[in-house]
């Protein structure tokens, strides 16, 4: 018998019959939940419609706040707090209409007994699919079971036979045969070079620095020492105050150098005098200084590789990180010198970075690096966010969409790119990104995630397209258009096909001069994953032999 007082077991409510729960995780800036939260709502008035139709009753897990003007979970706290008063065996839809935050609701969904759905709306406006792929990876990695289900409003027949498949057997399968092993490599000069390389990573190793690990709860972007190291990969944690105490030692001669540089590259920024809507001198003029700071950062602990979070912490402080972080992938970039004027940093090269600090694609860009210096190619890649995407003369084109920054010869040259203010929603401080279109052309995709366990990169080809102005000012209008984008098609995968496969909502790209030299590349990239020991998934139409 103790004489200690123990906490009362916590005693959950028991499921309701023919019931399901709902749940919506959101984003951790009021100002984005209070914006998106009516396009939340018709997305579960849609949902609702269709699951009443199928003969369930809908409870939602947790009340509309009225004082703060939505009802989405917008901390890891508040949704710790709501799974507990959630039936734990009881069948479960995340609902997601926009962007969330993945870790606001992981804690409940690890715990959670009963079968469990992610849902959300096909719209390049809100983009709930790309908060469901988050949310994906990062069940993925966290070894719980789940379901995906994607559509415009739940009213067409595909979606409605998801919903009633999942309902009656509490898992739903999509088609993913466009996924296949690697087979044996072959002898080529390719695939020597990869393994080549994966040894000389091993065994010289190489260092990617964080800047404040985790971004916006993409708990699938963090991957662990142990995955890493094995690899040769190290991570040297760093502070994202450290960087800005380095910017206030950047005098204000070499960041007007850095925007002189760009003006005669060619790089158009849309400026104007408002430091809250629009993108000002003052917010380029600390963007450059963000630029100088990282190169020296970098220079001092070695990196091969540089990523900067930006959102939680430095979104309240600085002018947004993205247009340094275009600046870095590109070879052609301001020169920028050490502290003492002595040496010109990283002369002639990108400094990959991997945006919001995703680790997964920290991995993909250092390595892509290697391989596409190797080869005598540009090294210049980039993430995007898997936006979105629509039909166009009988081919799905995707809206390859990344936050902010692409390397200027995605789009071919400074000439062709633009620096716009970043919506207000998001960088309240401002900023200009480095925007444009991507050129038409022949590219690898990549992702390299978490999985049972064990490191995977799923590889791919697709073709960068040229669209119609039109229809490219459509596309633009209908996401954010502030923002680079590209039109791709994947070859050989569908668009509920690569939904159904892919582990994140980012993935790498890179481009080759032509198809053949792009399949090339990417039987290098496959041979050094492989030499790594990464398990290593081709992707739809993959030339395999030279």
């Known amino acids: 018998m103790t004489a200690y007082t123990l906490p009362e077991p916590h005693q959950r409510p028991a499921a309701e019959p023919n019931t399901v729960y709902t749940v919506a995780s959101g984003d951790l800036r ?10 939340q709502e018709k997305l579960e008035n849609d949902l609702t419609a269709a699951l009443t139709e199928l003969g369930r009753q809908i409870r939602r897990g947790h009340a509309v706040d009225e004082t703060k003007g939505h009802g989405f979970i917008d901390s890891q706290r508040a949704g710790i707090e709501v799974f507990k008063n959630l039936p734990s065996d009881a069948p479960l839809i995340v609902v997601e209409g926009v962007w969330q935050y993945s870790h606001h609701v992981l804690a409940g969904l690890r715990s959670h007994r009963g079968p469990i759905l992610v849902v959300a709306n096909w719209s390049g406006e809100f983009p709930g699919l790309v908060g469901l792929l988050n949310l994906a990876g990062s ?32 898992t739903l399968t999509h088609d993913t045969s466009h996924v296949r092993p690697l087979p044996p490599l072959p002898k080529d000069p390719e695939t020597e070079l990869g393994v080549a390389l994966a040894r000389q990573l091993r065994e010289e190793k190489a260092v990617i620095g964080v ?46 150098a850095v925007r002189a540089w760009l003006d005669h590259a060619g790089l158009t920024f849309h400026t104007g005098t408002d430091e809250a809507t629009e993108l000002t001198d003052a917010q380029l003029l600390s963007q450059f200084k963000m630029y100088i700071a990282a190169l020296r950062i970098a220079d001092d602990f070695g990196l091969d590789a540089v990523g900067i979070q930006y959102q939680q912490g430095l979104k309240d402080t600085v002018p947004a990180s993205d247009l340094a972080e275009g600046l870095l992938n590109n070879v052609q970039r301001p020169p920028v010198r050490s502290r003492d004027g002595a040496r010109e940093l990283y002369p002639g090269a990108a400094l990959p ?46 809206v390859f969409e990344i936050s902010g920054s692409v390397p200027a010869s995605h789009n071919g040259g400074y000439h062709k790119s633009y620096s716009m203010r970043q919506p207000p929603m998001y960088f309240p401080l401002g900023g200009g990104t480095l925007s444009g279109v991507s050129k038409p052309g022949e590219i690898v995709w990549s992702r390299v995630f978490l999985m049972d366990g064990r490191l995977h990169a799923d590889l791919g080809r697709a073709t960068s397209i040229e669209l119609p102005e039109a229809e490219t000012r459509r596309r633009l209008d209908a996401t954010t258009p502030q923002w680079p984008i590209m039109h791709a098609v994947l070859h ?20 080759a001069p032509d198809a053949e030299t792009a399949d090339k590349a990417l039987r290098a990239k496959a041979a050094l994953f492989a030499e790594l020991g990464v398990e290593v998934h081709l992707c739809g139409d993959v030339a395999w032999s030279a």
């Open 139 to 170: 069940l993925t990695k966290a070894g719980r079971d789940y379901s995906v289900l994607w559509s415009p409003d739940f009213t067409d027949d595909w979606a409605r036979e998801g919903l009633r498949t999942w309902l009656e057997t509490g």
């Open 492 to 511: 050989g995968v569908t668009r509920d096909q690569f939904m159904a496969r892919h582990r994140a909502n980012h993935l790498n790209v890179a481009y």
């Open 30 to 39: 009021p100002a984005a939940n209070v914006t998106c939260w009516p396009t």
């Open 353 to 398: 970075h991997f945006n919001e600090v995703d680790e997964g694609v920290a991995v993909d860009s250092l390595i892509t690096n290697r391989i596409w210096t190797a080869m005598g190619l540009d090294p210049a890649t980039t993430l995007h966010d898997i936006r979105w995407g629509e039909e166009y003369e009988g081919r799905f084109v995707w």
């Open 211 to 256: 800047f404040d690990e985790g971004c916006m709860g993409m708990y699938n972007a963090i991957i662990d020492d142990e995955f890493l190291n094995p690899l040769g990969i190290y991570k040297e944690r760093l502070s994202q105050s450290a960087l800005v105490a380095e910017m206030q030692k950047v005098s204000d001669e070499e960041a007007r």
